[in-house]
């Protein structure tokens, strides 16, 4: 069983980068498949960004495309989220997810299909 460790986020103004970290332990991380989710207060979590089925290329909910990037390095045990360009609805707390198998599109967008969780990191951006 994997356990899950988000950290790197924080208080940061608009148009500002922050990068995500969520260490693995507990398990051989590269043969989990991770996301990246977030969930807003007072709103339901949402997909944020995966990679898909072959892990050679990435997905990104519309919301973030072109300013945030998933990347993980296995030999670390970690999965990564940079964050640029952040805009006031980024604000969340962020989580990882790891699947103990490969998921196809659109699974792989869907908090559901995940196994495992972390107790996420808040990220908040102000004006």
């Known amino acids: 069983q994997v356990q899950l460790v988000e950290s790197g986020g924080g208080l940061v103004q608009a148009g500002g980068s922050l990068r995500l970290s969520c260490a693995a332990s507990g398990g051989t991380f590269r043969s989990y498949f991770m996301g990246w989710f977030r969930q807003a207060l007072g709103k339901e979590r949402e997909f944020v960004a995966t990679?898909?089925?072959?892990?050679?290329?990435?997905y990104y909910a519309n919301s973030v495309v072109g300013r945030f990037s998933i990347s993980r390095d296995d030999a670390k045990n970690t999965l990564y989220l940079q964050m640029d360009s952040l805009k006031l609805d980024d604000t969340a707390v962020y989580y990882c997810a790891a699947a103990t198998r490969p998921l196809p599109y659109p699974s792989s967008m869907q908090g559901r299909s995940y196994d495992y969780w972390g107790q996420g990191t808040q990220v908040t951006v102000s004006s």
């Open positions: 990679f898909t089925w072959t892990g050679d290329n990435t």
